[in-house]
C-alpha cells in the first residue's frame, strides 16, 4: 500500500511527535479526558501502528512520572525502550516538564523564589541525563510558567538574569557530562502565563547572543505561537535560518485570536504552512519536524491515528507543491522579472568603503521609471493559489 501512496512519509522525513502530543487524553480547562490514558509504550506503539514516524520526545514526567520510585521508574524504562526498538523509532529530543507541578506556579528558572530556581535546574539536569539515556541530541527549553499574570509580581530585567544565570549553567553541564546536546528556545507569548518571558522567537535570537556559550543554544519556533502573537511563521522561521539558529521546529496550527489551539500541521493556514515548508527545503533544513499538536477532543484513538498520519501528508502535499512551485515555468519568469539584479551596484552595496560610498552617492537613479516597473503579484500569487488547490 505504501508504495501506491506518493505521500507516504519514511523516517528519512523526520517526522517526530511527543509522548505529550498523541498522548493527550482530550482533556481542556473546561472539560475532563475524553479519551483513555496511554502508557509512555502504548504510545509509542500506536506510532508505530501509523508507520513512517522518524521518532517520538517526551517531557521527563511524560516517561517518569514526578513521584515514581525507582523501581518504577525502571520498569517504565525498561517497557518504553522495548516498545522503541518493536516500533522502531528514536528519541531525537527531550525536555523538562517545568510548569505541571504546583511547586512552578510562579515560574521555574524566574520564579521569585530562589529555591524553586535551583530545584528547576535540578529537574533539568536529571532530565538532560533521562533523555541521554535515550539517546536524544537536542533539548529544548520551553519555558510556559516562565512570566507574570501582573506586572507588579516580577522585576523583568531581574528575572532575564535569572533566565540567564540557568541557561549558562545548564550548558556549562551539557559540556561537562558529554551529553551532545544542542539546546533549543522556544518563546510563546501566552497561555499558561498571561504574559511570558521571551515572547517570540526573535526576543530568544537576541538573548541567545547574551548567553556564555551561545553556539550551543538555538531555538525551536512553533507556528501556533508566533501565530498567537500575530505574527508570519514563515518570516520567524526565515530569521531563525538566517542566524544559523533553527535547531528544532514545532509544526502545527492556530488561528489568530483564539486561545492555544494546537491544531493539526496545516489544517488552518494553507498558505504559511506551504511556505514554511518551502524555506525547510529551499535551505535545506535537516533536524527534526516535531508536530506539537494535539488531535481534536472529539477523536477516538483510530482518529488520533488519523491525526498523526495526516500531519505527516500534508506535509508531504505540501513538499510535492513546494518542488512544482521551484519548477512551475510561469512561475519562476514572473519571478524573474520581479527580480532585477544589477551586479555592478550589487558590487558597490555589498560592502562599504569610502569609494563605493562616492560611487552610489554619484549614481544617477531615475526614480519615477523604477516607481513603474511592474510587480505582478496578484498574478502570482493567483497562480500560487491554482497550485495549492490543484487546479494548476
Ligand atoms: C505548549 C508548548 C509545549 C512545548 C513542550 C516542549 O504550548 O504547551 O508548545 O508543547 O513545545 O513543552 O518543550
Ligand atoms: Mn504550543
Ligand atoms: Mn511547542
Redesign the pocket.
Known sequence: MAKQNPYAPTPADRFTF?L?TVGNPGRDPFGEPTRPRLSPAQIVELLGQVGGVHGVNF?DNDLVPIDATQAEAEQIKRDFRKALRRARLRVPMA?TNLFTDPVFKDGAFTSNDADVRAYAIQKTMNGMHLGAEFGAKTY?F?G?REGTDTNVSKDPVQATGWFREAINFLCRYNRDQRFGYRFAL?A?PN?PRGHIFAPVTGSMLGFISTLDLPDMVGVNP?FA?EQMAGLNFPQVVAEAIDAGKLFHI?LNDQEAGRF?Q?LRFASQSYKHAFFVAKLLIDYRYRGPKHF?SHAYRTADYADVKAFAAGSMRSWKILEAKVYRFNRDRRIQNLLGKIHHDRPQLARLTRRYSKQNAKAILNAEFNRKKLAARPLPYEQLDQLLFDLLMGVR
Open positions: 511527543g505529550w517531557h525536555t529544548v520551553w510556559g522556544e510563546k497561555e512553533e505561537h514545532d492555544d494546537d506539537d
